[in-house]
């Protein structure tokens, strides 16, 4: 399995919480590239210093929850950050980061079929009356845990590769594969040349609202901007079959913070075509990219999110095919070789 991918998505970063993925970051790219963060803790890697800015951006942090209240019974209490449906939580293990970074797994309760009423079973349970089971006898067990209301708390599976080894299970990908592209991509520019000054960067709490890529792209203020994220893959039972695994990257057409620009996606879709690699077109009326922001840093920047389809987005268990996220990094690679001050010159004036 990919060594990076699977490392990070082991890791634990809501919104705010983002310091585990920030140091394997840092640690990757120690000595590859220029390291520095934004005051929210983006991290901003940069190689190069001719020629246009490009900005490559995945977010660190994933969806999860923070501890609001531990019951005198020892259950604990949260509130979501980000977006979760409350029907894929239930008897789901979760991991608490203590204050200390020690991890206290537990898993949410949901009561036995034996005793639901035949209208309890009809409808989905309230997130709010849902509670984490850390096997804590009362309050006190709980805080000597280490336990404290503010804690993160994240779901818990192992990352795993399934029987036909291109399948990876596992929570996160959205955006770690963000993460895991940015170091590929800035380690393939330690050794090779390219005609841009690039940043490769890994922003906070875009989950909450693309606030890191406000920030960083404040700092940065890039000539271009590509987000590198993930989308909905529609082939599930029923589904329209739009983006499907194994089909290669979906270019984002449009999502709710983003038109992606029509320039730069032509660049990119002859790019794709001239070097053979698969991508797929896709778009959301929900949801959106750190491109949300990019694309308005300063005063403006062509801007478009390369987005790895991901089947079960905002759940424990993810499902992801290697060869999209290959193709992910190729199209990055041919993208920013391409990237010269004429080319973005007209794509940002002629297009
Ligand atoms: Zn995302």
């Known amino acids: 399995m990919h060594k990076h991918l699977k490392a990070l998505t ?3 970063a809501i919104p705010s919480f983002e310091k585990e993925v920030r140091d394997y970051m840092k640690a990757t790219l120690d000595g590859q590239a220029e390291i520095s ?5 983006s991290f901003i890697s940069k190689h190069g210093d001719q020629g246009p800015k490009v900005m490559m ?14 019951t005198d019974e020892g259950y604990v209490k949260f509130t979501p950050a980000g977006g979760w449906w409350s029907q894929v939580m239930l008897a789901q293990q979760f991991n608490i980061t203590t204050q200390k970074g020690k991890k206290v797994r537990g898993a949410i309760g949901a009561k036995a079929p034996h005793i639901l009423t035949p209208e309890e079973r009809k409808k989905p349970v309230d997130m709010d009356d849902m509670f984490l089971d850390i096997g804590a006898k009362d309050k006190e067990t709980a805080l000597s845990f280490g336990v404290n209301v503010g804690d993160m708390m994240t779901p818990y599976i192992e990352t795993t590769v399934l029987s036909d080894e291109k399948y ?10 963000g993460c895991a592209a940015v170091l590929d991509v800035m380690a393939h520019y330690a050794k090779n040349d390219h005609p841009n000054e690039l940043y490769g960067v890994a922003t906070v709490q875009e989950e909450v609202g693309l606030r890191g890529a406000r920030t960083s792209a404040y700092q940065v203020a890039p000539d271009i901007g590509i987000a590198v994220d993930t989308t909905i893959s529609h082939d599930f039972p029923g589904g329209s079959k739009e983006t499907q695994l194994g089909k290669g990257p979906a270019i984002m057409i449009r999502d709710s913070s983003m038109i ?26 929900r949801g959106g990219t750190d491109g949300g922001q990019m694309h308005l840093a300063k005063n403006g920047a062509p801007s478009i999110a390369f987005c790895l389809p991901v089947r079960y987005l905002h759940s424990h268990t993810s499902m992801i095919h290697e060869d999209d996220y290959t193709h992910l990094v190729k199209l990055l690679i041919a993208v920013i070789d391409a990237l010269d001050a004429k080319a973005v010159e007209a794509i940002t004036y002629d297009a």
Request: charged share 25%; aromatic share 6%.
């Open 10 to 12: 082991m890791l634990n």
């Open 168 to 177: 990876y299970l596992g929570k996160a990908f959205d955006n770690r594969v």
């Open 37 to 41: 963060t934004d005051r929210l803790g």
């Open 57 to 70: 951006a995945g977010h660190m942090d994933e969806v999860g929850f923070i501890v609001t209240r531990i």
């Open 260 to 285: 992606g620009h029509k320039g730069l996606r032509d660049f990119v879709l002859e790019i794709a075509k001239t070097q053979d690699i698969p991508v797929q077109l896709t778009s959301l009326t």
